[in-house]
C-alpha cells in the first residue's frame, strides 16, 4: 500500500494560480494510476483529474480542463496538479490517491477506502 501526503494549498484570489504536490511513499510509485481528487464544504468528494503509470495519457473532469494540468514525477514519486485561472468554485480540501489497477477513466468513480490529509485551498473572488 503506498501512503500519499498532498501540500501546496492556500489562499488565492481569483484568476491567480497554484501548484499542489503529492508524495508517495511504500510502493513502487510508478505501478500506479495517480488521481486528484476534491471535496468542498457541504458537498461530496468528486474527481477532478488522473493520470497513467507513465504520465503520458491524462484525463480530466470538465470543470477543470483547459486550466489544470497534472503531471507526474516517478523519479520523485510525486504527481502535481497545476492549477491557473482558479475560480471561487475551485474551492476545496484537495486530495491525492492511487490505484495500481485503474484506468485514467475508472479513476473517476474508484471509491478508497482510505485518504490522506488532504490540502486546503481557497479561491476569493
Known amino acids: 500500500q503506498v501512503q500519499l501526503v498532498e501540500s501546496g494549498g492556500g489562499l488565492v484570489q481569483a484568476g491567480e494560480s497554484l501548484r499542489l504536490s503529492c508524495v508517495a511513499s511504500?510502493?513502487?510509485?510508478?505501478?500506479?494510476?495517480m488521481g486528484w481528487f476534491r471535496q468542498a464544504p457541504g458537498k461530496e468528494r468528486e474527481f477532478v483529474a488522473s493520470i497513467a503509470r507513465n504520465g503520458v495519457m491524462t484525463y480530466y473532469t470538465n470543470s477543470v480542463k483547459g486550466r489544470f494540468t497534472i503531471s507526474r514525477d516517478n523519479a520523485k514519486s510525486t504527481v502535481y496538479l497545476q492549477m491557473n485561472s482558479l475560480k471561487a468554485e475551485d474551492t476545496a480540501v484537495y486530495y491525492c490517491?492511487?490505484?495500481?489497477?485503474?484506468?485514467?477513466?475508472?479513476?473517476?468513480?474508484?471509491?478508497?477506502?482510505?485518504w490522506g490529509q488532504g490540502t486546503q485551498v481557497t479561491v476569493s473572488s
Open positions: 490517491n492511487a490505484d495500481p489497477d485503474a484506468t485514467i477513466a475508472t479513476m473517476r468513480t474508484r471509491k478508497f477506502d482510505s
Open positions: 511504500g510502493r513502487t510509485f510508478s505501478s500506479y494510476v
